[in-house]
């Protein structure tokens, strides 16, 4: 089993910003990819970035220049940067690490950009 552990989320005014962390934890090998979702009240769960194995990464294109994801392999780490926050960026934030035996979530950390 894989556990991942969200942390960094909170309260922020606009124009603020935030870094997430996600540790994983148990049987980790042969990861595919990491990443970070979010779901904001009302909507559904969108990707937010993900980051492979091989280091490329994508965005969606709301948080394209403004976010970064990074990942520390010897910490089996995943980071989201988040830099000028808006309030539209309000949303619960979930880690996701996909291998080829299955995909896994965290529990999810509340980020709150306040205008």
């Known amino acids: 089993q894989v556990q991942l552990v969200e942390s960094g989320g909170g309260l922020v005014q606009a124009g603020g910003s935030l870094r997430l962390s996600c540790a994983a934890s148990g049987s980790i090998f042969s990861i595919n990819a990491m990443g970070w979702y979010r779901r904001a009240p009302g909507k559904q769960r969108e990707l937010v970035a993900g980051?492979?194995?091989?280091?490329?990464?994508n965005y969606a294109d709301s948080v394209k220049g403004r976010f970064t994801i990074s990942m520390d392999n010897t910490k089996n780490t995943v980071y989201l940067q988040m830099n000028s926050l808006k309030p539209e960026d309000t949303a619960v934030y979930y880690c996701?690490?996909?291998?080829?035996?299955?995909?896994?979530w965290g529990r999810g950390t509340q980020v709150t950009v306040s205008s």
């Open positions: 996701n690490l996909e291998r080829v035996a299955g995909t896994y």
């Open positions: 980051i492979t194995s091989g280091s490329r990464t």
